[in-house]
C-alpha cells in the first residue's frame, strides 16, 4: 500500500457502486430537499414531510430494486481494490437491512406527527445507517469496515436521540454514544494487532495467492510465494494459509535466482513469519467490539436503557438492521480468520463463552423485566447468543475443511437473522402502532385480545416465534438450522445450553400471551388511540404473514433469494 | 386420504363454524363437528383398516419399505423433500385404538363443557377442536417431525384451556404446564436431530424402521433419554409428575377429561411407537431404572392421592399411581404385561375420565371439590352415586370391570419379568449394575400395594361425599343428574362393564401390538447370552427360535411375525 499510490487509482465500475450510490446520494438529497422544499416550494411543514417520506421510500425501494437484481454479482470477488466483497451473505443480509429500513418509513409519518420530529433529519440519517449497514455488509476491509460502522453508529445514536423532548430518549442516546466510542476503541485495536500480524487489511484475497498456494501444496513443492506479491492483493485469508505476514519494505528488494541477484524495484512488500499472539490478540479485541455493537453479553449493558429510550422504530432498526450488518462483518471475519490453522482451537473458547453468557444473561434478564421494550432487550441478547453457536460451529475445524458445510452454516444464520428481523419488526411494529400502551409497561397488554383481537394474534405469532420451540413457524426454523449444524459437528454442550434457554424463554413471552388472551383488562383501561392509514397494518400484516408462510416452507427464503 | 380428513376435519370445521355460527350455538357445532369425527374413525375402524394386519410395501424416498400402516397418506413437503421430510400419516392397531379413544372422548369434552363454559365461548370450542387435531395427529404421525409439530400443537390449545377457563390458580398451573411440556419435547427435538445426523438421515420413521437404526443405535443412551423425557413429563411418570397435579386440578372439567383421558396417553404411546422400536438397546438396558421409577410413582401417587382434600386434586394424583402401572407394564417386556399396559391406557381414559366428568359435575352444582363441603349425597341424588361407584370401581380394580383386567395382567407380568435378567452378562456394565436392582418380586409386590391403597383413597373419597349423614343445607337441594350427564356417565359404565366382561375384544388388536413390540426387543433381550437359548414367560410360542449370539437384527422380524400371525 505505502508507496503505491500511483497504482491505486480505484477502478469503479457502475454497476459496483450503483446500489450504494443511491442510498448516500439519496440521503443527501434528502438533506437538500428538506431545506429548499419550504424556503422555495413554500410547502407547508405537512406537505413536506410527506414528499419526504416519499423520496426516502423510492431511494430505499430503488436499492432494494438494484440488490434484489443483484447488480454485484454476488460472487464473492473482490472489487473496488478488495475494499468490498459481494458474496450471499452479504447480498441476503443487505436485502433484510434495506427491507427493515423499508418499514421504518412506512412507520414513521406517525411518529413524526405525533412527537413533532424533523422529518428530514430522521430520513437522511435513516438512509446514512442503511448505506453504512449495507456496506458493511460487503466490507472485505478492515478499515472500511471499521468507517461503515461509525457511519451506521454515529446515524443510529442520533436517530436514538431524536426525540429531544423526551429525556429519556437523549439518556439513551447518550448512553449509547458512550459505549459505542468504547466498543469503537476497541474495534480500532483489534484491527491494527490484525495489521501488525498480517500486514494487510483486507480480509479476502482475490483468491491468485491462495490458488497457488494450494497448488504447491498439492505438487508437493514447498509453499514459496511469489515476490512480487504486493500486485496480488492478497488478504488475510491468504497471508494466514501460507503462516507469513506481508512486510511492506521501503527499498527495492533483492534476491537470488539462479546464482544471479535479481533486483525488483516495484516490490513493496514481503513475506515475514506471522505472530500468532498477535493475531490472536487483534481477534479477540475486534470481537469484544463487534460484541458490544450486537448487545452480546457481558457487552450489553447499554441495551436495555436504549432499547427502551430510544423511539420504538428506531429501536426496530438497532434491534434487527445493525445486527444484520454486524453479524454478516463477524462472519466474513472469522471465515478470514479460520485459514489459520490454530484460530478455531483458541477463538472458539471465547466465542462459545459469549454465546453461553448470552443465552443465559439474555433470558435470565428477561424474567424480571416488567417493559415491553427491556423485555425484547433482553431477548434480542438471547437471540444474539443462539446466533453465536452458530458462528461458534462455523470456525470448527470440522466445518472449516468442508465447502458444503460452510455454505450450510451461513445458510442457518443468514436464515435465522431473516427469521429473527420479522419477528422483531413484527413485535416492535405492534408496540409502536399501539403507542403508549405498546411501549410501557407489559401489563399494559392485559386484555387486548377484547380490545383489538388480530392485534393480539399477531403479537402472539410474533412471541411464538421469538420463543422458537413448537410450533413451525419461522423462528422455530432458525432455531432449527442453527442447533441442527451444531449438533452436526458435536456442539451438543452448546446446543443443550440453547434448548434449555429456549425452555426459559417460554417463560417471558408466553407472559406476554398470558396478559393479551388469560387477564381481564382493569377497568380504567382506555382503548387507545392508533395511528390511521394503512402503513402500520401493512407492516403488521406483512411480517405477520411471511412469519407463518416461511414457517411452513423456510428454504423458501433462499428460492426468493436467487438460489435455483 | 380418509385419516387425513379424520385428523384435519376438527380443525377446518372448527375455524368454519367460528367463522359462521354464533357464540351460543357453538357448542352444539363442536359437537357435531366430533360426532362427524367419530362416524368417520369408526367407519375407519370397521370397514377401511384390516384388523389381520397385513403388511405392503410402498416407496418412501427411493426406498422401498415394507410397511404395517395402514390408511397411510404420505406427501413428501414441499422445498424439504432433500431432508426426507414428509407430510406422513398412518395408522397401526396401537393408533387405530388410540384414535377411537380420542374420536370417543373428544365428544364427552364439549358435553361436559355445555354449561360449565359460559365465557368466551366460541374460542373455547375452537380450542378445543385444535386439541382434537393436535391429539389426531400425535397418534397417527410416522414423520419424526410431523410428530414433533403435532405434539407441540398439543400444548397450545390446552395453554389456553387452562389458563382461560380454569379456576384460581389457572395461570400458575397453565405456565407450569408448558414450561414442564416444552422443557421435554425440546430434549425429544435434539433426539430426533440426533437421529437424523447419526445414520438416519431421514425423519420418516417407517424409513428408520427398514434402516435397521435400533442395530446401528445399540449404544445410543443420550438420544433414548431425550425422547424418553418428553414422553415420560407427558405421562408423567415420578418425578416429573408436578405439574400434573397443578394443571388438573385448574382446568375446566373438559381439559381434565381430555389431560387425562388421552393426553397423557400420548406419553405412553410416544415410548411405544418410537422410544423402544428405534432404540431397543437402551429400553431393555434401562427398563429396570423405569421399572423402579414407577413403582415409586404408583405407590408415592397413591399415597398423595390419599391425603388430598380436594377430589379434583386426588382423582389427579390417582392418574400419576395408576400411570405408574403403566410403565411398569410397558417396561417388563413381557407378553401379558405389555398387553395389559396397552389395555390399561384405554381403561384409565374411560375411568380417570369419568371421575373427573363426576367431580366436574359435582363443582357444577356447588362449586367446590372439597370433600369435606359433602356428605350424605347418596340420599339426594342416587342417579349420580350410583354411576359414580361404577367409576370409582372400575379405576379401583374390581374383577368384572374394566380396571382390573387391565391391572392385572401387568402385576402378574411384573412378577416374571426374567428377560432383563438375562441382559445383564457383561461385568461391571450398566447392565449388570442394573440387575442389582432388579428384585421382580419386589416390584410386583409394593407395585401390588399400589392397588390397595388405590382402594383406599378412592373409597374414602366415595364414602365422604356420598354417605354419612346429609347435614349441609346446599347439599339438600342438590339436582340429580340431568339427562345429558346421565349420558356421559352411563355411557362410561357401559363401555366399562363391557371391557371388563369381554376384554378378548381389545386384547385380540393390542395382542397383535404387544407381539410386535416383543419382536422388537427380543434381540436386544437375549444381548449378551453366550449359549443359552433365551426363554422366558409369555413369549415361548415365538420368542423360542432366536440364535443365541445376538447377532440377529430386525431382519428377522417380519419373519416371525407372519408365524405368530398363523398361530
Known sequence: MIGQFQTFVPQVALDQVLPFAILIVGGLLILALDALLEAVAKMTPERRDQTLTLVTGLVLAGAFGTFAVDMLGANARPFLEGAFRADEFGHLGALLIIGTALAFVLMAPALIKRRKLPAGEMYTLLLFSVAGMTLLTVANELITAFICIEILSLSLYVLTGIDRRNRRSSEASFKYFILGAFASAFLVFGIAFLFGATGTTQLFGDGRAYDEMQTAEKIGRPVQLPTDIANYNMGINEVLYSGQRIVYAAQPVSEVVEGQIVTHPNVIATLAPLNPMWLFIGFALLFVGLCFKLSLAPFHMWAPDVYEGAPTITTMLIATASKVAAFAFLVHVVEALSFWRFFPAGASFIISAVAVISIAWGNLGAIVQTNFKRLLAYSSIAHGGYLTIAIATLIHPEVFSDLGRIERVRDAIVFYLFAYTLMNVLAFGIAAYLGRQGEGEISNFRGLFHRRPAIAVAMSVAMVSLMGLGLPIVGFWGKIYVFKEAVDVGLIALVVIGALGSVVSAFYYLRVVVEMFMRDASADAEAGTVPQGFAYPLVIGLSCAAIVIFGFLPPLFFVLGGRG | ?567
Open chain 2, 1 to 567: 386420504m380418509l385419516l387425513t380428513l379424520i385428523i384435519f376435519i376438527p380443525l377446518v370445521l372448527g375455524l368454519l363454524a367460528c367463522a359462521v355460527v354464533p357464540a351460543r350455538q357453538m357448542k352444539y357445532a363442536a359437537l357435531g363437528i366430533l360426532v362427524l369425527d367419530l362416524l368417520l374413525s369408526v367407519y375407519a375402524a370397521a370397514f377401511a383398516f384390516d384388523w389381520a394386519g397385513a403388511t405392503q410395501t410402498v416407496e418412501i424416498f427411493g426406498t422401498s419399505v415394507e410397511t404395517a400402516f395402514q390408511l397411510r397418506a404420505h406427501v413428501a413437503w414441499p422445498l424439504l423433500s432433500q431432508f426426507e421430510i414428509s407430510y406422513s400419516v398412518g395408522l397401526d392397531h396401537l393408533s387405530m385404538l388410540m384414535v377411537l379413544l380420542t374420536t370417543v372422548l373428544g365428544i364427552f369434552g364439549v358435553l361436559c363443557s355445555f354449561k360449565a363454559i359460559e365465557k368466551r365461548e366460541k374460542e373455547f370450542y375452537f380450542h378445543l377442536l385444535l386439541l382434537q387435531t393436535g391429539i389426531l395427529a400425535t397418534f397417527s404421525a410416522l414423520d419424526l417431525f410431523v410428530f414433533y409439530m403435532s405434539w407441540e400443537l398439543m400444548v397450545v390449545p390446552l395453554y389456553f384451556l387452562i389458563g382461560i377457563w380454569g379456576s384460581k390458580d389457572r395461570l400458575y398451573a397453565t405456565m407450569k404446564f408448558v414450561i414442564f411440556t416444552l422443557a421435554g419435547s425440546l430434549m425429544m427435538l435434539l433426539a430426533i436431530l440426533w437421529m437424523y445426523y447419526n445414520g438416519a438421515q431421514t425423519y420418516s420413521y417407517e424409513k428408520m424402521l427398514t434402516l435397521g437404526m435400533g442395530e446401528q443405535w445399540r449404544f445410543a443412551v443420550w438420544p433414548f433419554l431425550g425422547l424418553m423425557a418428553a414422553f415420560l413429563i407427558k405421562v408423567p411418570l415420578w418425578p416429573l409428575h408436578t405439574w400434573l397435579p397443578d394443571a388438573h386440578t385448574e382446568a375446566p372439567t373438559a381439559g381434565s377429561v381430555i389431560l387425562a383421558g388421552v393426553l397423557l396417553k400420548t406419553g405412553v404411546y410416544g415410548i411405544l411407537r418410537f422410544a423402544i422400536p428405534l432404540f431397543p438397546y437402551a429400553a431393555v438396558a434401562l427398563a429396570p431404572l423405569f421399572t423402579w421409577l414407577a413403582v415409586i410413582a404408583i405407590i408415592y401417587g397413591a399415597m398423595c392421592a390419599m391425603v388430598q382434600k380436594d377430589m379434583k386434586r386426588l382423582v389427579a394424583y390417582s392418574s400419576v399411581s395408576h400411570m405408574g402401572f403403566i410403565i411398569l407394564g410397558v417396561f417388563c417386556f413381557n407378553a401379558q404385561a405389555l398387553s395389559g399396559a396397552i389395555l390399561q391406557m384405554i381403561n384409565h381414559g374411560i375411568s380417570t375420565g369419568g371421575l373427573f366428568l363426576a367431580v366436574g359435575m359435582i363443582y357444577e352444582r356447588r362449586h367446590t371439590r372439597l370433600m369435606s363441603e359433602f356428605g350424605g349425597l347418596a340420599a339426594r341424588v342416587p342417579i349420580f352415586a350410583a354411576l359414580t361407584m361404577v367409576m370409582v370401581l372400575s379405576s379401583v380394580g374390581l374383577p368384572g370391570l374394566n380396571g382390573f383386567v387391565g391391572e392385572f395382567p401387568i402385576l402378574v407380568g411384573s412378577m416374571s419379568n426374567a428377560p432383563i435378567l438375562a441382559a445383564a452378562r457383561e461385568p461391571n456394565s450398566i447392565y449388570a449394575i442394573l440387575r442389582q436392582t432388579n428384585y421382580t418380586w419386589l416390584v410386583a409386590s409394593l407395585a401390588v400395594t399400589g392397588v390397595i391403597l388405590g382402594a383406599v383413597y378412592l373409597l374414602i373419597m366415595y364414602q365422604k361425599v356420598f354417605f354419612g349423614k346429609l347435614d349441609k343445607q346446599e347439599n339438600k337441594e342438590l339436582l340429580d343428574l340431568n339427562g345429558r350427564e346421565v349420558f356421559q356417565l352411563a355411557v362410561l359404565s357401559l363401555a366399562a362393564l363391557f371391557i371388563g366382561l369381554f376384554p378378548q375384544t381389545l386384547l385380540k388388536p393390542i395382542n397383535h401390538t404387544s407381539r410386535h413390540l416383543l419382536e422388537v426387543v427380543s434381540v436386544p433381550l437375549s444381548f449378551g447370552q453366550e449359549n443359552e437359548p433365551m426363554r422366558y414367560e409369555g413369549t415361548e410360542e415365538h420368542g423360542d427360535e432366536h440364535d443365541a449370539t445376538g447377532e440377529h437384527n430386525h431382519a428377522s422380524a417380519p419373519a416371525s411375525d407372519e408365524r405368530a400371525g398363523e398361530s
